[in-house]
């Protein structure tokens, strides 16, 4: 199982989230995937993402939220989540 890192901005895009009422048992069973390295579900659209979150992945954990990390064979680190407005501006 791979170590979780993660950074204090998604500390606090936790906390908005759940205050927004989002299903956080979303947020765990994607956590809990990309720990135990297991093939994330096409429905998560998983990407890798270009210019200044290179090389950051994002998934989807509804249409409007989502998850900003990196992984390697030892950790995952968990940099953002939240709208694309949250996350991207726009």
Not at 77 to 85: C, D, P, Q
């Amino acid at each position: 199982m791979r170590l979780a890192s993660f950074t204090g901005q998604f500390k606090r895009d936790v906390k908005l989230a759940e205050k927004r009422g989002k299903d956080m048992r979303k947020l765990r069973h994607v956590i809990k995937l990309l720990l135990t390295g297991a093939v994330l579900p096409a429905e998560f659209g998983d990407h890798p993402l270009k210019g200044e979150w290179k090389p950051s992945r994002d998934l989807h954990l509804e249409a409007d939220w989502l998850l900003i990390y990196t992984a390697d064979e030892k950790k995952v680190h968990l940099e953002r989540t939240g709208t694309h407005a949250d996350l991207f501006g726009k």
